[in-house]
């Protein structure tokens, strides 16, 4: 049960951090605005969704045959294919590549199938140090926190924030109000990791059975760099992330930036199809794809298969009305938001994240986002039921709801609760609203309007609905 | 090979018959794809140049160069480079032809102010260009120095990813990248900032061939 009450505490303290809604607002809106403007821009938006969503189910019914072409074709360009039944599994097999390889230092391009596992713990406990390269992502990896959004891992930090971390990795004072300024130290201090790392690890936002390829999309340039500069690489992906054909993975791509951040293609697509060929420049001398499965096959044919769709665009994160007032962070998961709150009890447990299926209005804005309209209203009432069947819920929004239950399906008992509360509203009504405790309304900007004079069947039976 | 197959076995008792659906085929119909191709690099904060041919490409590429005080240029053996031998054209400044050149590329290109490319294709849609690895071509070039600068003649522009997709034909290279624009995050305060790790300036000549 602690994990609800913890949800609550996180969510409480979020709240009323002024500054944190602030940051929270104005990115999500930004994320939205954009998405919307990117989605409008093209021809048919809807139909490629619905046809995106019917590559997905397709594909994830017959996953084994496509992961098994995957496997084949990556195998004939070179790369080496590795599974992973578990988390542990998975960052054995990274660790022991880059002690194979006597690898100290590795350079990482963002990836939540990492956080996942907790890929850098391992890698530092096997004296490998790895360093995150997309600028917001190292920002919290300095910060010690997890990612608060599944784009935009930093957008909970101020820039005075992001300064401080910055100044004191560079050893000197930087400015915060000159964000170009904290941008190219950055530049400059990881680009020596990139020439220096000799491994670089990746996720994957794509594989692509037809050709054997992984696909990998970055703004920064920083997943170019991670598998193009160090000798080795290894692309750590769910098994969930396969389009069988180039096609399928261009009406992927088409859906992705736009859903993510309103761009209609990130600013870098990098396609990667075995290590260097022996005639190349450049390039890595091995590639290894660690395919990870980590609670994902048992979710095929169950009620919620359907999450297996998810391309962690996080534009339900940037709708959702609980993610935009509490913040990652409260989620208590690297996945948080709506696809939050349905995987990580799915993945991780839930006994451990009893709280997450709660933490939903139901009001639907995620599934109408979603670009492979991925149901999660009707999952997350799904596992509220498991919890109730499971004895999850706390013990006094049991009884609660069992009295509520009691007194709604009782017309006398109803009657008897509205005339109760419209007594009991008394000392709270201003008017026609009600003056919510400070303890409740943190930033004194809730309404709640009072119980009007009569009850709806008052009315009806005092004729004052008649025309 | 124990977990592959739990994970397999897993898959396909659960899994079932599906049909997976054709493939989309683009919508998009324009009149100009490289009026386009120059509004979308715009618009992601590219830089688009047109040029009427190649000699008018090369004569606008010389005078940027020297407006850019270009001091190291690394450029791909790859059309439409081969032949035109830049380096002896242009002595005033230091070149690295990959494939050619001796000394140490990656230095060379962290070094660069410069990196001149060809291209497989370029998407009118989204303002991208499509550059791959392979003999002559290499991926730090256009990753590495200050500037990535593109040669792109008309004829390779399609309308988008599902035309071009949709043509794509043999070996894929071992890698492939569709660049839409300079390096950027938004990483701090949402706000954009320009050349993270990537180019900070990505210029295209896009150039008609007489």
Request: aromatic content about 4%; some cysteine; hydrophobic content about 40%.
């Amino acid at each position: 049960m602690s994990g609800v009450t913890q949800f609550r505490r996180k969510a409480r303290i979020a709240i009323s951090d002024i500054r944190l809604q602030g940051a929270l607002e104005g990115a999500t809106q930004k994320f939205r605005t954009g998405r919307t403007a990117a989605l409008a821009d093209l021809p048919d938006a809807g139909a490629l969704r619905d046809h995106f969503k019917a590559i997905r189910q397709a594909t994830i019914a017959q996953l084994a045959d496509h992961l098994e072409t995957f496997e084949r074709n990556a195998q004939a360009s070179g790369a080496q294919v590795h599974w992973a039944a578990d988390g542990d599994e998975a960052c054995r097999i990274i660790t022991g590549i880059a002690q194979q390889h006597g690898v100290k230092l590795t350079t990482k391009s963002k990836s939540m199938t990492s956080e996942e596992i907790g890929l850098n713990d391992a890698l530092a406990d096997a004296g490998v140090e790895p360093v995150e390269t997309d600028l917001g992502e190292w920002i919290v990896q300095l910060a010690g926190e997890p990612p608060s959004h599944i784009v935009g891992p930093a957008l909970h930090k101020t820039r005075q924030q992001v300064a401080e971390l910055l100044s004191k990795e560079a050893g000197k004072e930087l400015d915060a109000d000159d964000i170009p300024l904290l941008t190219a130290e950055a530049r400059r201090m990881l680009r020596q990791k990139f020439l220096d790392a000799g491994l670089g690890i990746s996720g994957a936002n794509i594989g692509v059975a037809e050709s054997g390829s992984i696909v990998l999309v970055t703004n920064e340039g920083n997943g170019r760099l991670v598998t193009s500069a160090p000798p080795v690489h290894i692309a750590l992906m769910g098994i969930e992330k396969i389009a069988p054909t180039w096609d399928d993975a261009a009406v992927w791509l088409s859906l992705l930036a736009r859903s993510a951040t309103g761009q209609p293609l990130s600013v870098y697509t990098s396609v990667v199809t075995g290590p260097a060929k022996s005639d190349d420049i450049d390039g890595p001398q091995e590639v290894h794809i660690v395919l990870l499965d980590n609670g994902r096959s048992k979710l095929l044919n169950t009620p919620f298969e359907e999450v297996l769709q998810c391309i962690r665009c996080g534009a339900c994160l940037n709708v959702c009305p609980v993610y935009r007032a509490a913040g990652g962070h409260s989620y208590g998961s690297h996945y948080s938001g709506p696809i939050g709150a349905v995987i990580s009890p799915l993945l991780f447990g839930l006994e451990k994240h009893a709280a997450l299926p709660q933490a939903s209005t139901l009001c639907g804005a995620c599934l109408d986002e979603c670009p492979s309209r991925i149901d999660l209203p009707r999952m997350l009432l799904a596992l509220r039921a498991e919890e109730v069947e499971s004895g999850l819920i706390p013990l006094p929004e049991r009884l609660l709801e069992r009295a509520a239950a009691r007194v709604m399906g009782n017309h006398r008992l109803l009657s008897a609760a509205g005339t109760g509360l419209r007594l009991g509203q008394i000392p709270l009504a201003q008017g026609e609203t009600l003056n919510i405790p400070r303890r409740f309304n943190p930033a004194q900007d809730r309404r709640l309007p009072a119980l009007p004079k009569k009850s709806f069947r008052q009315m009806w039976r005092d004729g004052d609905l008649d025309e | 090979m124990n977990s592959r197959h739990k994970i397999l076995n897993q898959l396909r008792s659960n899994g079932r018959a599906a049909e997976t659906p054709g493939p989309w085929r683009s919508r998009r119909q324009f009149d100009d794809l490289a009026a386009r191709f120059a509004d979308a690099l715009t618009a992601a904060k590219g830089e688009c140049r047109r040029a009427g041919s190649l000699d008018d490409a090369l004569d606008q590429l010389h005078q940027l160069l020297r407006e850019l005080s270009a001091g190291k240029i690394v450029v791909n053996a790859e059309p439409p480079f081969i032949e035109l031998d830049l380096p002896s054209r242009w002595p005033d400044f230091q070149w690295h032809t990959v494939g050619q050149s001796d000394g140490d590329l990656r230095a060379f290109c962290a070094a660069a102010t410069v990196g001149l490319s060809g291209a497989d294709a370029a998407l009118a849609e989204t303002g991208s260009v499509i550059v791959s690895s392979g003999p002559g071509r290499s991926r730090l070039a256009t990753l590495l120095p200050e500037i990535h600068l593109a040669l792109v003649p008309t004829s390779s522009l399609t309308a988008d990813i599902f035309t071009w997709t949709a043509g794509r034909q043999g070996v894929l290279p071992a890698n492939q990248i569709i660049v839409s624009g300079p390096s950027k995050t938004g990483d701090i305060e949402q706000t954009m900032a320009i050349g993270v790790h990537g180019p900070k300036r990505f210029i295209v000549i896009l150039y008609d061939e007489g």
